[in-house]
């Protein structure tokens, strides 16, 4: 069994409890509220838990990335890539989990970014997002929405209203504060991404545990 602090509580992680960390990294606290409804999401999903870290939190928390069955990685899109700071999260772990014994190998991934922009090169966020997870061995786990908003009869209301697949998009005004951006839209497709990687991250210990057996 092993203890994880889930919210400011501790939660035990056994074999029933799917444990899904949500790493992420936000300027200016609009990527931090979509990470937090990925963590919303996760917790939907009976039986699993979500741990919400920093990219600065999580480098003190090595342990809790390695127990975690899945881990959901977030930054911001700055001039088409993700943030300086989640960069140099990403080659942080290349001192402790991949040189440790590639130790993040078979959990599953997701991810999910923010920008002012509608596009803003997102795409190339996630694909270094994707790229990543690669590296250390991880299964990437898609939005599963099809793309909204792009017809007369869709809205700005409508779920993947920017027509994102291989992650969670977001789009917040660049003269909007975080209480008021991004908008809820975006925000419940963050949480349909935390809910979709629980209950595949479930699915895949569940095999892999019967395989096992």
Same mark, same amino acid.
């Given at each position: 069994?092993?203890?994880?602090?889930?919210?400011?509580?501790?939660?035990?992680?056994?074999?029933?409890?799917?444990?899904?960390?949500?790493?992420?990294?936000?300027?200016?606290?609009?990527?931090?509220?979509? +990470?937090?409804?990925?963590?919303?999401?996760?917790?939907?999903?009976?039986?699993?838990?979500?741990?919400?870290?920093?990219?600065?939190?999580?480098?003190?928390?090595?342990?809790?990335?390695?127990?975690?069955?899945?881990?959901?990685?977030?930054?911001?899109?700055?001039?088409? +890539?993700?943030?300086?700071?989640?960069?140099?999260?990403?080659? +942080?772990?290349?001192?402790?989990?991949?040189?440790?014994?590639?130790?993040?190998?078979?959990?599953?991934?997701?991810?999910?970014?923010?920008?002012?922009?509608?596009?803003?090169?997102?795409?190339?966020?996630?694909?270094?997002?994707?790229?990543?997870?690669?590296?250390?061995?991880?299964?990437?786990?898609?939005?599963?929405?099809?793309?909204?908003?792009?017809?007369?009869?869709?809205?700005?209301?409508?779920?993947?209203?920017?027509?994102?697949?291989?992650?969670?998009?977001?789009?917040?005004?660049?003269?909007?504060?975080?209480?008021?951006?991004?908008?809820?839209?975006?925000?419940?497709?963050?949480?349909?991404?935390?809910?979709?990687?629980?209950?595949?991250?479930?699915?895949?210990?569940?095999?892999?545990?019967?395989?096992?057996?």
């Amino acid at each position: 069994m092993h203890i994880i602090e889930e919210r400011g509580r501790h939660v035990a992680q056994t074999e029933d409890n799917i444990c899904v960390v949500i790493v992420y990294h936000s300027g200016y606290g609009h990527t931090a509220r979509q +990470a937090e409804a990925v963590a919303e999401g996760v917790r939907q999903v009976a039986g699993s838990s979500s741990l919400l870290l920093s990219v600065e939190e999580a480098q003190q928390r090595w342990d809790d990335l390695h127990a975690a069955h899945a881990i959901i990685f977030g930054a911001p899109t700055y001039m088409g +890539a993700a943030s300086a700071s989640f960069k140099a999260f990403q080659e +942080a772990t290349s001192k402790v989990m991949m040189a440790g014994g590639y130790l993040w190998k078979d959990k599953v991934a997701a991810g999910f970014t923010n920008s002012g922009a509608r596009a803003g090169d997102k795409l190339s966020t996630l694909l270094q997002m994707v790229l990543f997870a690669a590296q250390h061995g991880m299964h990437w786990v898609s939005l599963d929405l099809p793309p909204a908003n792009n017809s007369t009869s869709g809205s700005e209301e409508d779920l993947n209203r920017l027509g994102f697949w291989i992650g969670a998009a977001a789009q917040s005004n660049t003269d909007e504060g975080p209480g008021r951006a991004p908008p809820e839209t975006d925000l419940a497709t963050a949480r349909h991404l935390g809910a979709r990687v629980a209950r595949v991250t479930r699915g895949f210990v569940r095999g892999r545990d019967l395989a096992g057996a």
